[in-house]
């Protein structure tokens, strides 16, 4: 078990009183003179040392008797870095618990997912986070709740059903507990605001019933460099899947419940994020999704501190600090278009993708833009005839072994994955070799370490930096890098001049 930032007292009692937000989401500060709890940038006056308890969960809290605090709303921090830069048991728990599988699974799912009993699961999610997997769902229900209550004008009873719970009582309980207010005086404390401007447009979407928009932000740590991240995201969009339009990345998206579409616009302090949902259940899985795309819970200083240590890429990192590595909202297509990319130019494997999504996908509509389809899922794509495929028959062949062995799923790529066995299983397939497997951990597995030593990208930017530029001895050079080479991967790939560098004007 690996000990939190919460354990150390003397650093967290420091960061509360400097109101570091690089901090918020590493831990909560709990005040047992209030019995509230707080994010460690709580604009209020700090509370004395002695006063003050550090957890390293909302939900752990929560489970303690502390009420969210007013000022600060803890539950909307950035999440821990910490889950998306490990692979063992509690990170992958995490992961899953974002995705709403403990609430559309239960335990037993999550459990099952992870190869482990239930009992297992549960007693290392209480060592780590103090507590399990039903307190954590339930505080992120709490925050799903919140949200749909101040952004929207939806009857409680749906925004109950919408966030997860199974009863409008257990609702109206367990908000007043977290928020020491009923759903209604929530939704009363806010100030009266225009219609065009209460984040919901007219058609509010229902579960099951018509879709809506709805406008949030996301919060992330900074700095956030957009360039390379809505830059790479744009220029290598698949066409009727995804676009850039009026400044926003725009893409459909997959979901348990229907589908969604999703405008992500960057700003100086927040994405501000613009989802249209067949089924607002969908929400919570959505926004984790989106933030996940993003790489939005990253810790950007820990990052370029390590990576400035070599005297190399210091320039670089000081130039144009916070660099995000652009992932993926749905794993199994991110591992179909870089087979599909495989050797060919960004425009041919777009081209290629976009066939498949014509001919296999699911439409959708878009009023607001020029979405078509949702990319086909591997079980329409192992459904194609081969034969059909415009490719090489190699490339075929690794194409067909691909979807039919996540469509049977025999191959598993999802946020529970352990990165180390996914790799080894992905070096099997024929036609995968180090640069597939490599950027299919960056990219869709989310390993912060991952790195692409072959790439001519990389390769050409090392020769040009006066770092080793052979593969053997540029890995040598990048081991000061770990834990985070895949971001040092960003900083390389930056000194080129492709278009995956530039933010779309």
Known sequence: MQM?????????????????????????????????????????????????????????CQQAGFRACKRCRPDTSPGSPEWNQRADLVARAMRLVADGVVDREGV??????????????????????GAGPLALARAQRAQTARLLIETTPLPMAEIAFAAGFASIRTFNDTVREVFALSPSELRARLPKRSAPASGLDATAPRPGGTPGALTLRLPFRAPLNPDNLFGHLAATA????????????????????????????PRPDHIACRLTLTDLRDLTVAISRCRRLLDLDADPVAVDDQLRTDPCLA?????????????????????????????????????????????????????????????????ALAAVDP???????????????????????????????????????????????PWTVDVIAMRALGDPDAFLPTDLGIRRAAQELGLPSTPAALTARAAAWRPWRAYAVQYLWATDSHPINFLPV
């Not at 037993?108 to 986070?129: D, N, W």
């Not at 992932?327 to 960004?346: I, K, M, N, Y």
């Not at 072994?401 to 799923?409: F, K, Y």
């Not at 529970?416 to 995968?432: H, I, V």
């Open 4 to 60: 939190g930032m919460h354990t150390d007292t003397e650093r967290c009692v420091r960061a509360v009183q400097s109101k570091d937000a690089r901090f918020d989401g590493w831990f909560f500060t709990a005040v047992l003179t209030t019995r509230i709890y707080c994010r460690p940038s709580c604009p209020v006056v700090p509370p004395k040392p002695e006063n003050m308890t550090f957890h390293p969960s909302a939900a752990a």
């Open 108 to 129: 037993p799912g999550l459990a099952a997912r992870l190869g482990y009993s239930t009992r297992q699961v549960e007693r290392q999610l209480l060592a780590e986070l």
């Open 238 to 265: 698949v066409p009727g899947v995804e676009e850039w339009r009026e400044g926003a990345y725009r893409r459909t998206l997959r979901l348990p419940y229907g589908h969604g579409i999703v405008a992500l616009t």
């Open 315 to 379: 320039p670089l990192v000081d130039k144009a600090p916070g660099r995000r590595v652009p992932r993926a909202v749905d794993e199994a297509e991110f591992a179909v278009r870089a087979v599909l990319g495989q050797q060919v130019s960004t425009a041919a494997a777009r081209t290629h993708a976009a066939r498949l999504v014509t001919a296999h996908g699911d439409p959708v509509d878009d009023p607001e833009g020029g979405l078509t389809h949702l990319f086909p899922t591997p079980e």
């Open 387 to 433: 034969a059909a495929l415009a490719m090489p028959r190699t490339r075929r062949t690794t194409f067909t072994t691909l979807v039919s062995q996540l469509a049977d799923g025999t191959l598993s790529l999802g946020v529970e994955s352990d990165w180390a066995r996914t790799r080894a299983r992905l070096l099997e397939l024929p036609g995968f070799g």
